[in-house]
């Protein structure tokens, strides 16, 4: 399973809209809105590698004001049990 972090520039009128838009896409597990440089972020989750050439350039590109996007891939997921259990080996 690959994830990936699509980070979205949008007009700021229709952030809403393409934040639902993007919501709706296959292989798109979650959205949010956020601050900074970027407007939103979604997460993918992603059988193939070939399927992110689908959802970015294929269907992201195409929603109405969507002004830039950058998406970053994930190498691991961590969670706190992870950290927990990682730390808890070996100790009696």
Known sequence: MLTAFVLIQAE??????I??????LPNVAEVYSVTGDFDIIAVLRLAEYE???EVVPESLARIDGIRRTNTILAFRRYSAQDLKAAWDIGVA
Request: aromatic share 0%.
């Open 51 to 53: 399927q992110l050439a």
């Open 19 to 24: 934040a639902q838009t993007v919501a709706n």
């Open 12 to 17: 700021p009128a229709k952030i809403a809209q």
